[in-house]
């Protein structure tokens, strides 16, 4: 009796290619299309921008952390170390 391709391969994964795993989503078919895909980024400007506003929360929480720091390693609170108090 004859076998079919099928029971010839004892596992059909072995045979086929493996895919390359990524770890972003794949983009849809028409973000990559479109002739404006690259104006959807965010770019450097003047003013009340989207970028300039996130780079500023950046700034902002890297401060934040910075004078916690401060505060931790000299046991003083900002206001004593400025001289204030």
């Given at each position: 009796m004859p076998q079919?391709?099928?029971?010839a391969s004892p596992d059909p994964a072995a045979?086929?290619?493996p895919t390359p795993v990524t770890t972003e989503a794949a983009a849809p078919?028409?973000?990559t299309a479109?002739?404006?895909?690259?104006?959807?980024?965010m770019s450097p400007g003047f003013g009340?921008?989207?970028y300039a506003e996130r780079i500023n929360g950046r700034f902002?929480?890297?401060g934040f952390v910075a004078?916690?720091?401060?505060e931790l390693i000299t046991r003083q609170d900002f206001f004593t170390w400025l001289g204030l108090r």
């Amino acid at each position: 009796m004859p076998q079919s391709p099928d029971a010839a391969s004892p596992d059909p994964a072995a045979t086929e290619t493996p895919t390359p795993v990524t770890t972003e989503a794949a983009a849809p078919e028409t973000a990559t299309a479109s002739p404006d895909a690259t104006t959807d980024r965010m770019s450097p400007g003047f003013g009340w921008v989207p970028y300039a506003e996130r780079i500023n929360g950046r700034f902002a929480m890297v401060g934040f952390v910075a004078l916690l720091l401060l505060e931790l390693i000299t046991r003083q609170d900002f206001f004593t170390w400025l001289g204030l108090r």
